[in-house]
């Protein structure tokens, strides 16, 4: 057997140029395999954990997942609001320790506007109990100050002391501006890789007071309220969008939903994050399942280019082979050199990959987190990165016995005889 293991390296070695061009293949594919698999795990692990250490989302009666598309990550448009009595009786309830109240609806080129309260710079966490974390400036303390996501003051080179306008409704164009009623930069959110980074936040009051002079989703004609005098008015808001709610007890959550669930003053939906975020995952399944299996295509290209190599190499090795089937090599350790050949190829561009996708973790890490929000770093094999190692491997053993066999049944006189 070690005789077999020095000729198939020392053959390999004989040609470096197409075998190591083909390793090359192999260990990008591997690379891409891993780093699909590594990126779907590290966004699903992301995704999953969009919102921290809330126990219960309340929103007006609808899906949990178009609940948690609307109040977590500002997407599409809620069926109903909740009244403001409705949401102060159900969080006048003992069981609740925190609350922070969303109202959602308005824009600013493009990226939602969330109006809420100062609890929720201490309340919402994120990723593995994370809080928020401003990188300039404070929490807002005026009805028109502006805290910006990340990407927010990134992407519109904002900065603080700048004065923003927001627009009514979502959407990037057509939209009437609350042009009179202009915001003050006070605060810039460290970036979280979620909707956070692309909300700008202002106090729950303030949406009130940029409505006072609206009605129908228009400006009142030929009446304005000034800005200075916005305080004269009752601030309070009449309705919410959803709320996140903290309860002094993790036991009590489905207690909680029941009641909630079964409010009789209006209908009212709680829904556990957690629950809701895996219901909403399995709707990207399909993609993400699509995405594997590109990955997986490739793989099988580049040990198919293994295959050809060694198969377009036979005709040239004619002599060779049957060199040594004469000294005395039988046929089945022919068979089991070229296997083994294969085999070194395809181990040697797996660990290539390998080695290649914790490099590539390593030095892009940053840029993913800060782009994208995917935690993407350099980490153990885990179990099913082996798994699908030894796919490749199985795959590759597989795609080496079909030269290997075909050097089988090459007869000694063929490879001796010259061919004319």
Do not use: C
């Not at 609808?62 to 500002?74: E, I, N």
């Not at 296997?339 to 181990?347: A, D, P």
Request: charged share 15%.
């Amino acid at each position: 057997m070690k005789h077999l293991l020095f000729l198939a390296a020392r053959s390999a070695w004989n040609r470096k140029l197409t075998l190591g061009l083909t390793t090359i293949a192999i260990a990008l594919s591997v690379t891409l395999l891993l780093g699909v698999e590594r990126l779907r795990t590290e966004a699903r692990e992301g995704f999953n954990h969009s919102v921290n250490g809330t126990d219960l989302i309340i929103g007006a009666r609808t899906s949990p997942v178009q609940l948690m598309l609307y109040a977590v990550f500002h997407m599409g448009e809620a069926t109903n609001n909740i009244r403001w009595g409705a949401f102060q009786d159900v969080v006048a309830n003992p069981l609740v320790a925190w609350s922070v109240p969303l109202s959602l609806g308005d824009s600013h080129h493009g990226f939602p506007v969330l109006g809420t309260t100062s609890a929720y710079f201490e309340h919402f966490h994120y990723g593995d109990d994370q809080a928020l974390v401003f990188v300039k400036g404070k929490p807002f303390l005026d009805t028109f100050d502006a805290v910006l996501g990340s990407e927010v003051a990134a992407r519109l080179n904002y900065r603080l002391g700048d004065h923003i306008t927001l627009s009514h409704g979502t959407g990037t164009v057509g939209l009437p501006e609350h042009a009179d009623k202009p915001f003050v930069v006070i605060g810039i959110l460290a970036p979280t890789g979620t909707p956070v980074d692309r909300t700008v936040h202002v106090p729950l009051e303030a949406i009130t007071a940029i409505h006072l002079d609206w009605v129908g989703g228009a400006p009142m004609p030929g009446f304005s309220i000034p800005q200075k005098f916005v305080h004269k008015f009752d601030l309070k808001p009449k309705e919410i969008t959803a709320a996140l709610v903290g309860l002094k007890s993790r036991a009590a959550v489905f207690r909680m939903q029941r009641m909630v669930d079964d409010f009789g003053e209006e209908p009212l939906l709680a829904v556990m994050p957690g629950v809701a975020l895996e219901q909403l995952w399995q709707v990207l399944d399909v993609a993400e399942k699509s995405l594997l299996a590109v990955s997986a295509m490739v793989v099988v290209v580049g040990l198919s280019g293994l295959v050809a190599v060694i198969l377009a190499g036979l005709n040239e090795r004619r002599r060779e082979l049957a060199i040594l089937r004469a000294v005395g090599a039988r046929a089945h350790e022919i068979l089991l050199l070229l296997t083994l050949e294969g085999l070194f190829v395809t181990i040697t561009g797996i660990v290539s990959g390998v080695v290649l996708m914790e490099m590539l973790a390593l030095m892009l890490a940053p840029t993913i987190q800060a782009t994208y929000g995917i935690a993407m770093q350099p980490s153990f094999i885990t179990l099913e990165e082996l798994k699908l190692l030894g796919i490749v491997l199985a795959v590759g053993l597989v795609a080496s016995l079909a030269p290997g066999y075909r050097a089988y049944r090459l007869s000694l006189a063929d490879g001796l005889t010259p061919r004319i």
